[in-house]
């Protein structure tokens, strides 16, 4: 199966500032996504990045937020802007390879002070 | 509405204990795919098993064993003679083709093996 690499793995940044995660995919999947895990909760789906084209934002998720890039098939970046300490949390990517499993980094867990 | 219902939030046992996780979903597609997913205090996401909604055989690795029955919606995870190095966050997780493939995560048990 697919091996994400995804960085950092662990940021402490100010509010009001910008974080850009990214993950590159060893092998080509044909989804990849970016789920949010808040403290002691489970994850939840912010958006399925397209390759080439606009990310697709689950409800409660905005653009200017989570701004998202898929330039080719194994590499995504998620950006977390203008963060507030409620945007602390692990912020994870997954691809979907072509046998229906999916593969996930190993999180960028995120504080803001 | 909440696809994936784990309806436990946390098990405590004693090493050399059996535990049993539940997990009940719910979908209309006849195409679907379940999957249980292990988190370590590290944080990473460790793959344990895939199901698809065709194949109702139940399944064993080493000490753990899954119970799918699509009668009652139901896909548990039994980790039998538990140790301490089980202890984790334990999701359960849908994969639904009319969903565009998106997991949908369940709220996670969380157990705990004592020594």
């Known amino acids: 199966s697919a091996v994400i690499s995804q960085k950092p793995s662990r940021d402490i940044c100010q509010r009001g500032t910008s974080l850009t995660i990214q993950c590159q995919v060893d092998?080509?999947?044909?989804?990849m996504f970016w789920y949010r895990q808040q403290p002691g909760q489970s994850l939840t789906l912010i958006a399925t990045a397209n390759q080439g084209s606009e990310a697709t934002y689950e409800s409660g998720f905005v653009i200017d937020k989570f701004p998202i890039s898929r330039p080719n098939l194994t590499f995504s970046t998620l950006t977390v802007s203008n963060m507030s300490p409620e945007d602390s949390s692990i912020y994870l990517c997954?691809?979907?390879?072509?046998?229906?499993?999916?593969?996930f980094g190993s999180g960028t867990r995120l504080t803001v002070v | 509405a909440q696809k994936v219902t784990q309806a436990q939030t946390e098990i405590s046992v004693v090493e050399k204990e059996d535990v049993t996780l539940d997990c009940v979903y719910e979908?209309?597609?006849?195409?679907?795919?379940l999957f249980w997913y292990k988190q370590p205090p590290s944080g990473e996401l460790v793959f344990l098993i895939r199901r698809n909604s065709f194949d109702e055989q139940n399944e064993i690795s080493g000490r753990y064993s899954w119970n799918f029955q699509k009668s009652t919606s139901s896909f548990n995870f039994t980790i039998t003679a538990s140790q301490v190095v089980d202890s984790a966050v334990y999701f359960c997780a849908l994969s639904e083709v009319s969903n565009d493939y998106k997991l949908s995560f369940g709220a996670g048990t969380t157990v705990t093996v004592r020594a």
């Open positions: 997954s691809g979907l390879g072509v046998n229906y499993g999916y593969t």
């Open positions: 979908t209309r597609d006849t195409t679907y795919y």
């Open positions: 092998s080509q999947v044909t989804m």
